[in-house]
């Protein structure tokens, strides 16, 4: 995985296997946090979502019930065949097993993620989980609906439930309200940050700093470094009328 220090150690032993996986070092403080609910705001090719599964899926093998929410089916199958399977692939035979029809992965540890989309949000509700990843926070917390009365209520029978919340800003809504908690001292449960792509040492700096001369600046803060705006005139700043 491109950009990715990766070292996977696995045995068939007892039919165990483990995953060891390591951040880049602009990664470590989000994802090696130990708050309770961490909320990440980050710029594009930061590697939000690499971060996020390698922060998951060592919980799930380790017999963990976990849920990954995202904005639709079509993207959870992109980061199966693209990042997860490459991930796995040298795990022992049996080790995992992959349910496409209810978009399940799930381990002999009686571990398992759940694959959620906002475009079927009842087909998440009923269970408990122990690990929730929000993918693409921006636009699947636009629904506050979605976070309130599916994916909270399926925290509460989990003492110590644990949130990863991150995704690129779209505008000042739940996420970023989100977001101000975990920089608010008096909430000790929550704790958050923000990632732009300057940070990424694999990213290009010439191309940053083309995109910082020919996006409009509201992009350019949201895309880029990861900031929230308001979502008004945010594509026609520049425009005369």
């Known amino acids: 995985m491109e950009g990715l220090a990766l070292q996977v150690e696995a045995w068939a032993k007892r039919g165990k296997a483990e ?24 710029g594009r090719q930061v590697g939000g979502t690499i971060g996020a599964l390698i922060w998951l899926l060592p919980r799930a093998i380790k017999g963990a019930p976990c849920l990954w929410v995202d904005v639709g089916y079509r993207q959870i199958m992109r980061y199966y065949t693209r990042y997860i399977r490459r991930m796995l692939k040298k795990l ?17 540890s ?3 993620i759940d694959f959620g989309s906002m475009e079927n949000a009842e087909a998440m509700e009923g269970s408990n989980y122990r690990f929730v990843v929000i993918n693409e926070a921006g636009i699947v917390l636009r629904n506050e ?20 919340i991150e995704g690129t800003p779209k505008g000042k809504g739940l996420f970023y309200k989100l977001w101000c908690m975990g920089q608010d001292a008096l909430e000790k449960d ?3 940050f923000t990632l732009d792509a300057w940070q990424n040492p694999h990213t290009d700096p010439k191309v940053l700093e083309r995109f910082s001369k020919r996006m409009p600046p509201k992009v350019y803060e949201s895309e880029i470094m990861g900031r929230f705006i308001d979502d008004k005139g945010v594509y026609f700043e520049n425009i005369d009328g």
Not at 33 to 40: A, E, H
Not at 145 to 164: D, F, K
């Open 190 to 192: 929550w704790k958050s």
């Open 145 to 164: 609906a979605l976070y309130y009365n599916t994916i909270l209520p399926m925290t509460m029978n989990v003492a110590g439930c644990r949130q990863l």
């Open 92 to 108: 022992p035979p049996k080790s995992y097993a992959w349910n496409q029809q209810l978009l399940q992965l799930s381990f002999p």
């Open 110 to 112: 009686g571990g398992y």
């Open 19 to 42: 995953l060891t996986m390591a951040y880049l070092a602009h990664q470590r403080p989000v994802f090696e946090c130990p708050t309770q609910n961490i909320v990440l705001a980050k």
